[in-house]
């Protein structure tokens, strides 16, 4: 089910931790003025930090523990109750640390949306600098797709590159990615406020063919 064409489009962020690219959603969101409400921040932990930051700017918050579940399928069934009380357009996943059913993923198809730690489909999983570092990839970065249930794999919406330097760490690479995370994300969240973005035959296609890949705004991030 699509959005409807004119209408304020209500997101739902899912996070497991600390939260930075939700909150570049949300600080993009009001200071760019989207079409778009962050109508909820639910987590899968009680603990994880930005659930207190989205609390504390008034955004309705909310927590599923996975741990309470005795089953994937059950804990999947209680999350999608939780977030279809918000009644969201798109549901934005941010750091969100669980491995999502086929069910639970093929109910929201065409409006669940992921970012990865790499260039996919390089790197899908776990540990991605790390893997990006062991096999001496020059180029590193993120991906905005659209989640199916073969994980890590689906429609690609953006892009943003960043350089593999010489010495580099994971931990330099991570943080030089989040960078580019930081301003992919967002300008994908804005395209899906203002309705911009169709999915077809497996290809995303952006209206007014806006600019899908981005770059490290300086070779250290
Ligand atoms: C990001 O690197 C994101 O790509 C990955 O998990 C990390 C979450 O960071 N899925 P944050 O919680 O948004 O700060």
């Known amino acids: ?17 600390r939260g930075s690219n939700m909150r570049s959603l949300v ?3 009001a200071a760019e003025g989207w079409p778009a409400e962050i109508a ?12 207190a930051w989205a609390a504390e700017r008034g955004i309705p918050t909310a927590v599923v523990p996975h741990k309470a579940y005795p089953t994937r399928d059950a804990f999947d069934v209680a999350l999608a109750e939780c977030i279809d009380t918000f009644a969201p357009d798109y549901v934005l996943l941010a750091g969100f640390m669980r491995v999502l059913t086929p069910a639970f993923v093929t109910r929201y198809t065409g409006r669940l949306v992921n970012i990865h730690p790499s260039l996919l ?12 570092l062991a096999i001496g990839v020059q180029a590193h970065g993120c991906t ?22 010489v010495g580099d760490t994971a931990d330099d ?22 309705g911009r973005v169709q999915l077809a035959d497996r290809l995303v296609h952006v209206e007014g063919d806006a600019p899908r890949l981005f770059f490290a705004e300086s070779p250290h991030g």
């Open 121 to 132: 489909p390089a790197f899908p999983g776990l540990h991605t600098h790390a893997q990006a």
């Open 1 to 17: 089910m699509s959005p409807p064409a004119s209408a304020t489009r209500r997101f739902v962020i899912l996070i497991s931790g």
């Open 27 to 29: 600080e993009a969101c």
């Open 40 to 51: 909820a921040v639910i987590a899968n932990k009680a603990d994880a930090a930005g659930l």
């Open 144 to 165: 905005v797709h659209f989640v199916t249930p073969v994980l890590d794999h689906g429609p690609i919406i953006a892009q943003g590159v960043v350089p593999v330097l």
């Open 173 to 194: 690479l991570a943080e030089r990615v989040l960078g580019v995370e930081h301003r992919v994300y967002p300008a994908v969240c804005r395209w899906l406020a203002e």
